[in-house]
Every structure is written in structure tokens, then in C-alpha cells.
């Protein structure tokens, strides 16, 4: 019995790791994922207090002066480790629970620079939303903001 466990399980694991299939690749990242084009160079303010949970240090960017493309830039403490973090922005004040609303829309990773945002949350209220996509849970949601806001 030993004799033939010896020999069978060698060839079978063999068969099973030439058998499997190659993991996927991707050429690219989405857009989504990459950090934004348009250079964003005036900071119109900066918060450490918008997360509940979290530190995280929030500044609001534009392009230029007038102009009315927004970015946000996050950061945090070394010690604020969170594999595979993406932000997201929902409009509105809904109440995130659990799961991400049909409406949130994806900015882009946490530690890919100036997030671009779109260009209906210049002037509606809204929230961040950090989602964990390696623990699929939504780590923290920032408090209600608008960043077309004269008060900084």
C-alpha cells in the first residue's frame, strides 16, 4: 500500500500541475485604476476629520484656479495597512451599511495619487467610501461633503 502510495501520488500531483490553467492577465489597468491625466496643481483645502474610523487626511484639489475639475489626494499613518483599497463616491447622504449602493462610483486605488472625481460631485452632496476589495467590506465612509463648497 505504502509502496503504491509512493508512486501513484508523485504522478498524480504532476498531472495536477501540469493540468491547471495559467492565471489571468490583463494588458492594462482600467482608467479607473490609473492616476488622472489632468494635473491638478491648487489645493483648496485639506481635512484629517471627514473619516470616522480612520485617519485619513483628505486634500481637495484643482485644476487650476476657476477651473471646475476636481481631484481628491488621500493619505494615512503608515500603520493604516488595508489590502487592496479603492475609493468610491456616492452622491447623496444614503446610509452605507454592509454593501456598496448601486450609485457609488468608482475614483480609483487609495495610494494612486489624485483621484479625479466626476464632474457631478463638484456641486452635490456626498461621501467617500474606502472598500477593501481583498476582505470584500467597506472599511470606512466619510461624513457628508460637497467640494464645490465656498467654506473651506
Not at 479607473?32 to 485617519?55: D, N, Q, V
Not at 454593501?99 to 495610494?111: D, I, K, N, V, W
Not at 467617500?128 to 470584500?136: E, G, I, P, Q, R
Request: no cysteine; hydrophobic share 50%.
Amino acid at each position: 500500500m505504502i509502496t503504491t502510495l509512493g508512486v501513484v501520488l508523485p504522478i498524480a500531483f504532476a498531472a495536477g500541475i501540469a493540468a491547471r490553467r495559467p492565471p489571468p492577465s490583463v494588458a492594462s489597468l482600467p482608467t479607473e485604476l490609473l492616476a488622472s491625466p489632468l494635473k491638478f496643481a491648487i489645493t483648496e483645502w485639506e481635512r484629517a476629520g471627514l473619516f470616522a474610523k480612520t485617519l485619513v487626511r483628505v486634500r481637495l484639489l484643482r485644476e487650476s484656479a476657476g477651473a471646475r475639475h476636481f481631484a481628491v489626494e488621500l493619505s494615512a499613518t503608515k500603520n493604516f495597512v488595508k489590502p487592496d483599497l479603492i475609493v468610491y463616491w456616492v452622491a447623496g447622504n444614503p446610509t452605507v451599511t454592509d454593501t456598496l449602493p448601486e450609485t457609488a462610483m468608482l475614483l480609483g486605488s487609495f495610494h494612486s495619487g489624485a483621484l479625479a472625481l466626476p464632474a457631478e460631485a463638484a456641486n452635490a452632496d456626498g461621501s467617500l467610501v474606502l472598500f477593501s476589495l481583498a476582505d470584500n467590506e467597506i472599511v470606512d465612509v466619510s461624513k457628508p461633503i460637497r467640494f464645490n463648497d465656498s467654506t473651506k
